[in-house]
C-alpha cells in the first residue's frame, strides 16, 4: 500500500509543531479536561494537580513530536505514568480512560489547527491514522508499566510479610519491641490464643493450603502465612468460635496433604517453640487428618528421631519387612487394623472384609516372624512402636 502524499506527511508536521508551540497552554487545558471527564483524579488528592499537569505535558511533547517526525529520545512518558498511577492506587481503567480523553483533545486540537492549513482533508486523514495508532501504543505501554509496577509491589509486600513473620517464628533476641511491631503489621494481638501450622508442600515454593489466609478471615480468623522449602507455615489466632478442632477440621477441607498443628500458646514470643511443635506433628501426618502435637505423642516422638524409628521398625519388623511386597502389606495392613479395632478380631476381619480365621492366622504368622507375642503387653507395644514407626517413615518404601 502507497503512503501518505509527502505534502500531508509535512502538513501533519506543521501542525504537531505549531501545537508544540503552545505545549504549556495545552498541557494546562487537557488538565482540565481530564479532571472534569475522570471525577477520580479530583478526589482526594490521590494524585496532586502538579502532578498530572507534569504528566500530561510530557506525554503531550512525547506524542506531537511523534507525529512531527522527530521522536524523542530517553525514557517514554507513558511507561513513567503507568508506574507513577500504579504507585499512586489510581485504577488502571481510570488512567486508559484519561489517555483516551487525551486522544479526543489532541485530535480536536489538530482539527483546529488545520483549518489554517492547505490540502486539511487529506493531512487530517493521515493525522487521524497516526494518531490514534500512537495513543494505542501508548494505551498498551501503560497497561505493561502499570502491570509491572503492581507485580512488583506486590512481591515487595510478600517479602516484607515474610521477613516480618520471620521474626515471629524464629524468636526476637531484643527485648520483644519489634516482635509486637511485626505483630501489629501482620495483623495480629500481642496476646490472645495462637497456634502454628505446617503443612506438607507438594513441591517447594507452593502452597500446600492454597488461599489459606483469606479463607480463615472469611471465618472471622485472623492469621499470616508463607512457604519455605517444603512447608507452608502460619501463625493462626484462635477465636471462641473456632478453636483447634473447628480449625483442623477447616484446614482438611482445603488441602489433600499433611498437616501439623501445635499446642495452642498465649503469649507470641512462645512462638518459635510452637513452630518446632508444628514441623514435627507435620512429619508425623501421613494421611489427609491434620495431627495436633499433644495428640499423637508415639508418632510425634518417632518423627522427631527418623533413624532411631528406623532401627526400632528394622529390629522388630524387620523379618515381615523383607517378605515379597504383596505379603508384607497385607500382614501389616491386617496388624494395624486389628490395633485399629482395639484387638478384636472379629471387628478386624470385617473392616478387612476375611473370615476371623484369615486375621488369627496372620497375626500368628507376624508373631512367629517377630518373636513378639500379641498376647503379651510387652510384645503388643514393641509392635505397635514398630508399626507406628513404619506409618510415619512409609515403610516398606518399595518402588
Not at 502507497?2 to 501545537?19: C, F, N, Q, T, W
Not at 512525547?62 to 504507585?87: C, D, F, K, N
Request: hydrophobic letters at 45%; glycine letters at 8%.
Amino acid at each position: 500500500m502507497a503512503g501518505p502524499p509527502e505534502a500531508a506527511r509535512k502538513a501533519v508536521a506543521d501542525i504537531s509543531e505549531a501545537l508544540l508551540d503552545r505545549v504549556d497552554d495545552l498541557a494546562t487545558d487537557l488538565s482540565g479536561v481530564i479532571r472534569g471527564a475522570e471525577p477520580f483524579y479530583d478526589a482526594g488528592g490521590v494524585v496532586p494537580a502538579a502532578d498530572l499537569r507534569a504528566s500530561v505535558r510530557a506525554n503531550l511533547v512525547h506524542i506531537l513530536r511523534q507525529l512531527a517526525g522527530r521522536p524523542q529520545r530517553g525514557p517514554v512518558p507513558s511507561l513513567a505514568t503507568g508506574r507513577r498511577r500504579a504507585e499512586q492506587g489510581v485504577p488502571l481503567p481510570v488512567v486508559l480512560h484519561s489517555y483516551r480523553v487525551a486522544g479526543r483533545f489532541i485530535w480536536a486540537a489538530i482539527v483546529a489547527e488545520a483549518t489554517r492549513t492547505p490540502d486539511a482533508a487529506e493531512a487530517l486523514l493521515y493525522a487521524g491514522s497516526q494518531l490514534w495508532l500512537i495513543i494505542d501504543e501508548h494505551s498498551g505501554a501503560i497497561t505493561d508499566s502499570y502491570r509491572d509496577t503492581v507485580i512488583e509491589a506486590v512481591r515487595r509486600n510478600e517479602q516484607t510479610r515474610s521477613a516480618m513473620l520471620d521474626v515471629l517464628l524464629r524468636g526476637d533476641p531484643d527485648d520483644g519491641s519489634r516482635r509486637w511491631e511485626c505483630a501489629a503489621s501482620l495483623g495480629l494481638p500481642p496476646q490472645g490464643t495462637f497456634v502454628v501450622v505446617a503443612a506438607g508442600a507438594p513441591r517447594p515454593g507452593v502452597e500446600s493450603i492454597p488461599n489459606v489466609e483469606n479463607a480463615l478471615r472469611v471465618k472471622g480468623v485472623r492469621s499470616a502465612w508463607r512457604v519455605e522449602v517444603g512447608l507452608h507455615v502460619g501463625v493462626v489466632v484462635l477465636t471462641p468460635r473456632t478453636g483447634i478442632d473447628r480449625l483442623s477440621a477447616t484446614l482438611a477441607r482445603l488441602s489433600n496433604g499433611p498437616i501439623g498443628l501445635s499446642e495452642p500458646y498465649p503469649n507470641l514470643e512462645h512462638t518459635p517453640t510452637a513452630l518446632r511443635e508444628a514441623r514435627l506433628a507435620c512429619a508425623a501426618a501421613t494421611g489427609p487428618e491434620p495431627v495436633r502435637y499433644g495428640a499423637a505423642p508415639v508418632a510425634v516422638l518417632l518423627a522427631s528421631a527418623p533413624d532411631a524409628a528406623a532401627a526400632v521398625a528394622e529390629a522388630i519388623l524387620g523379618p515381615v519387612l523383607a517378605l515379597s511386597a504383596g505379603e508384607s502389606d497385607i500382614l501389616l495392613s491386617t496388624l494395624r487394623t486389628w490395633f485399629a479395632e482395639h484387638g478384636a478380631t472379629s471387628t478386624a476381619a470385617a473392616a478387612l472384609h476375611v473370615h476371623r480365621n484369615t486375621v488369627r492366622y496372620r497375626l500368628r504368622r507376624i508373631e512367629e516372624l517377630t518373636g513378639r507375642s500379641l498376647t503379651q503387653p510387652g510384645g503388643v507395644a514393641a509392635l505397635h512402636l514398630a508399626l507406628e514407626a513404619c506409618r510415619v517413615l512409609r515403610l516398606p518404601s518399595r518402588p
